[in-house]
Every structure is written in structure tokens, then in C-alpha cells.
């Protein structure tokens, strides 16, 4: 499966962003989908995950509350409304999925198969 992230670019502290993440391929409703993030000079981290179905979502404890994932399946396509942006959110975000049997979220980079190319995202103070 490709995956291809949009919607990023420049934005003040305060303001709202949706990622998208376009899956081509393959059936995109049998993949885990999940959202990471990468700052200059660290290690690239994760932000969320979504099961398969929908049913389960999971964030790093940074964005909760903030940061919203969610997938429509019959469009291949997995989002993240992020709000409330902060500038300590800016970082290059990466779109991951795999393949899972039964409906769960992952939450290490090491459990993704299936990467995007990435889309930056800069919050100004």
C-alpha cells in the first residue's frame, strides 16, 4: 500500500490543521492506520493510532484532547484534525499503516509496515 500525507504547511499557535493520509493499493479498512511526528534533531514519535474498524483510537498523552484521529475506509483515507496548536507540535508528520487481523491500535514505529513520505507542519508563537 502508498500512502500520500497532505494538508500541512504554516500556521499561528492556536489555530487548527487536518492531515490526510490517501492510501492507494490495497483494501486501506484491513490496515491499522497511526500518525507520528518527527522534530529536527529527535527521534520520530508517535502521535496516533485508529484500528481498522474505527472502534479503537489511541494518542500519545501530548495531544490529547487536542488531536482527533479518524478514517473513512470507503475513501482510503485517514485524517488528523489537530487543534489547539501549540509550537512545540511542529514537526514533520508521517503517515504508517498495517495490516492486522483483528481490530487494534499500534503505537511503535517498529509495529508499521507502510510509510508516507511525510508532511510539514510549523506552528509560529
Known amino acids: 500500500v502508498q500512502l500520500i500525507e497532505s494538508g500541512g504547511g504554516l500556521v499561528q499557535a492556536g489555530a487548527s490543521v487536518r492531515l490526510s493520509c490517501q492510501a492507494s493499493?490495497?483494501?486501506?479498512?484491513?490496515?491499522?492506520s497511526g500518525w507520528f511526528r518527527q522534530a529536527p534533531g529527535k527521534e520520530r514519535e508517535f502521535v496516533a493510532s485508529?484500528?481498522?474498524?474505527?472502534?479503537?483510537?489511541n494518542y500519545t498523552d501530548s495531544v490529547k484532547g487536542r488531536f482527533t484521529i479518524s478514517r473513512d475506509n470507503a475513501e482510503n483515507t485517514a485524517y488528523l484534525q489537530m487543534n489547539d496548536l501549540k509550537p512545540e507540535d511542529s514537526a514533520v508528520y508521517y503517515c504508517?499503516?498495517?495490516?492486522?487481523?483483528?481490530?487494534?491500535?499500534?503505537?511503535?514505529?517498529?509495529?508499521?509496515?507502510?510509510w508516507g513520505q511525510g508532511t510539514q507542519v510549523t506552528v509560529s508563537s
Open positions: 485508529i484500528s481498522q474498524d474505527a472502534v479503537k483510537t
Open positions: 504508517a499503516a498495517r495490516r492486522t487481523i483483528l481490530p487494534r491500535t499500534l503505537t511503535s514505529a517498529d509495529e508499521y509496515d507502510y
Open positions: 493499493g490495497r483494501a486501506f479498512g484491513l490496515y491499522t
